[in-house]
């Protein structure tokens, strides 16, 4: 069966410092893979996809994520993280099409000043 | 990407009510679906909505307690029937161009029961 791991539920970081997101798929073919991040009371904003092509994705923020085939992950990263990037972010896997999709649990990010 | 308007926004009811939630997108798109987010929780998908037929539900979710409509490509609503406490969740709109596309989601709809 499908399924996506965020092994993090919560993870603190200081300002300006640099952040993993990790997160584990499983999936029988090439997946649609997601991060989505949720702000407190709003709904979900797409941070980035891979659909195939290259690997390494860039998306809004300044985030982006490596897609790794041999090790099914799909990890977020950000070089220098604001206090506004504080929030729920959800990694995703499309279920066999982009629109139908399996979430993890999500990651809480705390920024710390 | 399409934006996607939910009503309401929140809304607290009594046990036993239903209310119905409503998504209104500024475009004509493919795919439309529904989630629950319960407290503290990632997202679930409950069903397909299905434009001109019925919705496509998924595992543990059932017509009787969650009937969707969906009259045109730009309009969906979901309805929450018979409420009990459990059913607090946020409902959260998804819409989708095709499949090789990304999916956007609405503000979502914060439900709480009493």
């Known amino acids: 069966a499908q399924s996506v791991t965020q092994p993090d539920i919560h993870i603190t970081v200081s300002e300006g410092a640099s952040l993993e997101l990790r997160c584990n798929y499983s999936?029988?073919?090439?997946?649609?893979l997601f991060w989505y991040v949720q702000s407190p009371g709003q709904g979900l904003q797409l941070l980035l996809k891979?659909?195939?092509?290259?690997?390494l994705v860039q998306g809004i923020k300044g985030f982006e994520a490596e897609f790794k085939r041999s090790q099914s992950s799909f990890n977020l990263r950000k070089p220098s993280v604001h206090w506004s990037d504080a929030a729920e972010y959800f990694c995703?896997?499309?279920?066999?099409?982009?629109?139908?999709?399996?979430f993890g649990q999500g990651t809480e990010l705390s920024v710390k000043p | 990407s399409a934006v996607i308007s939910q009503k309401p926004s929140r809304d607290i009811c009594q046990r036993g009510t239903s209310l119905t939630i409503q998504c209104q997108v500024d475009?004509?798109?493919?795919?439309m679906f529904w989630y629950r987010q319960q407290p503290g929780q990632s997202l679930t998908l409950i069903a397909t909505?299905?434009?001109?037929?019925?919705?496509?539900?998924e595992s543990g979710f059932v017509i009787d307690k969650f009937p969707i409509s969906r009259p045109n490509l730009t309009f969906s609503t979901l309805t929450v029937s018979n409420m009990s406490p459990e059913d607090s969740s946020i409902y959260l709109c998804?819409?989708?161009?095709?499949?090789?596309?990304?999916?956007?989601f609405g503000q979502g709809t914060r439900l709480t029961v009493v």
């Open positions: 998804s819409v989708c161009q095709g499949i090789n596309t990304e999916a956007f």
């Open positions: 999936y029988g073919a090439t997946p649609y």
């Open positions: 891979y659909f195939s092509g290259d690997t």
């Open positions: 995703a896997v499309g279920k066999n099409q982009g629109g139908k999709l399996i």
């Open positions: 475009s004509q798109v493919t795919m």
């Open positions: 909505a299905n434009q001109g037929s019925e919705a496509t539900y």
